[in-house]
């Protein structure tokens, strides 16, 4: 089946600092890629959609300056928290589809931590 | 808008059934359900599509009514492993891939 492969599973970073983290397809190409955070024991807010090739997608509230999407090929997209805060310490989880009406398929998770 | 499901929390005995619902205030071109565990990703579980649809897998099953913008999930003779936290992820438009989640069912099943 689909897999899609999220790096890193956790970070723990200073405040201040920037943090990328990568989604890859393996077995698929994905031309678009959602992000999504997740805060403890509360449901996934889709945070934006990631087009290859284009500007990503921002949710309302979603600041794109500080959540730097990039969709650089068919199988990689990657976030880039900047200038973290501990405010935006959660649990980030991207996700990716094939063609046509087939499933979501979510990366592991990378559960960020600023300290 | 986010779709909301009922019940927030289940407590349920192994063997036992659950039915989780997922409701939208707008129209639905299709629901996804999950499960999540603690710590882990999201499992994708089923799609359903409009029309109506019904399908299952194992002892999972869930149906989607399309005129009530509804969708159920049926758990049948629940097994320790079923325990996590359900979400219903739903698109109303045709094959964006955008999913919009719910808030979540809680499903504990003890011994």
């Known amino acids: 089946g689909a897999v899609v492969s999220q790096h890193p599973s956790w970070v723990i970073c200073k405040s201040g600092t920037s943090v990328k983290i990568e989604c890859r397809s393996l077995?698929?190409?994905?031309?678009?890629m959602f992000w999504y955070r997740q805060f403890p024991k509360q449901s996934l807010m889709l945070m934006a959609t990631s087009n290859e090739g284009s500007k990503a997608t921002y949710e309302q509230g979603v600041e794109k300056d500080k959540f730097l999407i990039n969709h650089a090929s068919l199988t990689l997209s990657t976030l880039t928290v900047t200038s973290a805060h501990p405010e935006d310490s959660s649990f980030y989880i991207c996700?990716?589809?094939?063609?046509?009406?087939?499933?979501?398929?979510f990366g592991n998770g990378t559960r960020l931590t600023v300290t | 808008q986010q779709p909301v499901q009922s019940p927030q929390a289940v407590i349920l005995r192994e063997g036992e059934d659950a039915v989780i619902n997922c409701s939208s205030s707008?129209?639905?071109?299709?629901v996804h359900w999950y499960r999540q565990k603690h710590g882990e990703a999201p499992v994708f579980l089923m799609i359903?599509?409009?029309?109506?649809e019904q399908k299952g897998h194992d002892k999972i099953s869930a149906s989607f009514n399309e005129k009530k913008q509804q969708s159920s999930l049926y758990l049948t003779a629940s097994q320790l492993s079923y325990s996590g936290t359900y979400f219903c992820g739903t698109a109303g438009s045709s094959n964006t891939g955008k999913l919009i989640f719910g808030q979540g069912t809680t499903l504990q099943v003890k011994p």
């Open positions: 996700s990716a589809r094939g063609q046509g009406l087939s499933p979501l398929h």
């Open positions: 707008k129209a639905l071109y299709s």
């Open positions: 077995d698929f190409q994905a031309t678009t």
């Open positions: 359903l599509l409009k029309g109506g």
